[in-house]
């Protein structure tokens, strides 16, 4: 590493200045998310501060820092030291439990990622005039971390493409996946987007919203000030019930959703149903400058096309509302397409120390690079977009 740079490792982001870390998260480099509420220091934080990660769960925090010599933060990089590989949602258990076979130890593993959060962002968080060679250095710094862990690997998830397409050329193994989101091509209103589906489309999404709101529901969208503790309280437990049927344990603590509404309110926004006086289905999104994130959802009373109202229909119509580019709705489900979300691409690139381990994973990854492509073709040709 070179003489003008320092690297640290930190078990806590509360060891860090939170405007030192946020000035490298949310630089402003990338012109179409000039703000990614993820990466922020209120985001991470949370997730120590609750309980969330940190402990017995398997993500041991090692954020990797680079300083200059007066001590000034360049760049940084959420890291953790890994046990397990749940709430990653890019798959590598298989890698595990082949290498596992062939005699070698696969945990822990370093991961530079948002824990449970399948949102692409940066990871390779540059101040806004660092140097190139500080980019360098962190690299250089991670891959020491791995070696100093004795770990088996070395992953960065959900990165932007530039991130993956660097790394690749530092060595890296790329990996692709895809999503569905929703872009505002400037429409006007709900009805404007609408009008750019096919007829059958447009018929089938009318009914649904109205088939889902019926009459005796009230859906309210609050955001900042407006959610009080009583709408934490009842969304903990959407999130607790479905997670609970979905993966067994859910991830985040309760403590975790007062932590963000206490810490960062204004980059909320929860949409909540409600019957009579009781609050039944909820879905929490984050808000960032160009763009909304839809993270969870549940409900304690089904309700047909309840989930695809508050998820993804009450998504775009904000989305459209208030200006903003896009709206990111999770990982996996073919059944976006239908609703307006298009197929897009996600990075992640992987370094393995084992060469063995190395060569047999690069094989595996170019061949589904080539399906991953195959079926964002195929997706698009599904669009319900009108064709005249």
Same mark, same amino acid.
């Given at each position: 590493?070179?003489?003008?740079?320092?690297?640290r490792?930190?078990?806590?982001? /509360?060891?860090?200045?939170?405007?030192?870390?946020?000035a490298?998260?949310?630089?402003?480099?990338?012109?179409?998310?000039?703000?990614?509420?993820?990466?922020? !220091?209120?985001?991470?934080?949370?997730?120590?501060?609750?309980?969330?990660?940190?402990?017995?769960? @398997?993500?041991?925090?090692? !954020?990797?820092?680079?300083?200059?010599?007066?001590?000034?933060?360049?760049? #940084?990089?959420?890291?953790?030291?890994?046990?397990?590989?749940?709430?990653?949602?890019?798959?590598?258990? #298989?890698?595990?439990?082949?290498y596992?076979?062939?005699?070698?130890?696969?945990?822990?593993?370093?991961?530079?990622?948002?824990p449970?959060?399948?949102?692409?962002?940066?990871r390779?968080?540059?101040?806004?005039?660092?140097?190139?060679?500080?980019r360098?250095?962190?690299?250089?710094?991670?891959? &020491?971390?791995?070696?100093?862990?004795?770990?088996?690997?070395l *992953?960065?998830?959900?990165?932007?493409?530039?991130?993956?397409?660097a790394?690749?050329?530092?060595?890296?193994?790329?990996?692709?996946?895809?999503?569905?989101?929703?872009?505002?091509? @400037?429409?006007?209103?709900?009805?404007?987007?609408? &009008?750019? $589906?096919?007829?059958?489309?447009?018929?089938?999404?009318?009914?649904?919203?109205?088939?889902?709101?019926? /009459?005796?529901?009230?859906?309210?969208?609050?955001?900042?000030?407006?959610?009080?503790?009583?709408?934490?309280?009842?969304?903990?437990?959407?999130y607790?019930?479905?997670?609970?049927?979905?993966?067994?344990?859910?991830?985040?603590?309760?403590?975790?959703?007062?932590?963000?509404?206490a810490?960062?309110?204004?980059?909320?926004?929860?949409?909540?149903?409600?019957?009579?006086?009781?609050?039944? #289905?909820?879905?929490?999104?984050?808000?960032? &400058?160009?763009?909304?994130? @839809?993270?969870?959802?549940?409900?304690?009373?089904?309700?047909?096309?309840? *989930?695809?109202?508050?998820?993804?229909?009450?998504?775009?119509?904000? #989305?459209?509302?208030?200006?903003?580019?896009?709206?990111?709705?999770?990982?996996?489900?073919?059944?976006?397409?239908?609703? @307006?979300?298009r197929?897009?691409?996600?990075?992640?690139?992987?370094?393995?120390?084992?060469?063995?381990?190395?060569?047999?994973?690069?094989?595996? $990854?170019?061949?589904?690079?080539?399906?991953?492509a195959?079926?964002?073709?195929?997706?698009?040709?599904? $669009?319900?977009?009108?064709?005249?």
């Amino acid at each position: 590493m070179a003489a003008e740079f320092t690297a640290r490792c930190a078990s806590s982001l /509360s060891s860090v200045d939170p405007a030192a870390w946020d000035a490298c998260a949310n630089a402003g480099r990338d012109p179409d998310e000039r703000h990614n509420p993820f990466v922020s !220091h209120a985001f991470l934080s949370a997730l120590e501060r609750s309980g969330s990660v940190g402990g017995r769960s @398997g993500w041991a925090p090692a !954020h990797t820092l680079i300083e200059d010599k007066k001590g000034r933060l360049l760049a #940084a990089a959420p890291a953790y030291l890994k046990a397990h590989s749940l709430g990653e949602y890019v798959f590598d258990q #298989a890698f595990a439990e082949a290498y596992g076979r062939a005699g070698g130890r696969y945990y822990p593993k370093i991961q530079v990622a948002v824990p449970f959060t399948p949102v692409t962002g940066p990871r390779l968080l540059l101040e806004k005039d660092a140097p190139d060679a500080a980019r360098a250095a962190l690299i250089d710094a991670l891959r &020491d971390l791995c070696k100093s862990c004795g770990a088996s690997s070395l *992953h960065v998830t959900f990165a932007t493409e530039p991130e993956a397409s660097a790394l690749a050329k530092q060595g890296f193994l790329q990996r692709a996946g895809e999503q569905f989101h929703f872009s505002n091509e @400037g429409y006007r209103d709900f009805d404007d987007f609408l &009008d750019a $589906l096919s007829s059958r489309k447009r018929k089938t999404i009318r009914r649904e919203r109205r088939e889902a709101q019926g /009459s005796d529901l009230t859906i309210e969208l609050l955001t900042g000030a407006d959610i009080e503790q009583r709408h934490w309280d009842a969304f903990f437990a959407f999130y607790m019930h479905t997670g609970a049927r979905k993966w067994g344990r859910p991830y985040l603590t309760r403590a975790f959703f007062d932590e963000i509404g206490a810490s960062m309110p204004h980059r909320v926004l929860l949409v909540m149903v409600r019957k009579d006086r009781d609050y039944i #289905a909820g879905a929490l999104n984050f808000l960032g &400058d160009d763009a909304i994130y @839809g993270r969870y959802w549940g409900a304690l009373e089904e309700r047909p096309f309840l *989930h695809f109202e508050v998820c993804y229909h009450q998504a775009i119509d904000y #989305a459209i509302r208030h200006g903003f580019k896009r709206v990111e709705a999770g990982a996996q489900g073919e059944h976006k397409l239908a609703r @307006g979300y298009r197929p897009v691409a996600t990075h992640s690139v992987h370094e393995f120390v084992d060469p063995r381990l190395q060569a047999a994973v690069a094989d595996y $990854l170019a061949r589904e690079r080539e399906a991953v492509a195959a079926m964002i073709e195929d997706y698009e040709e599904a $669009l319900p977009f009108r064709r005249d």
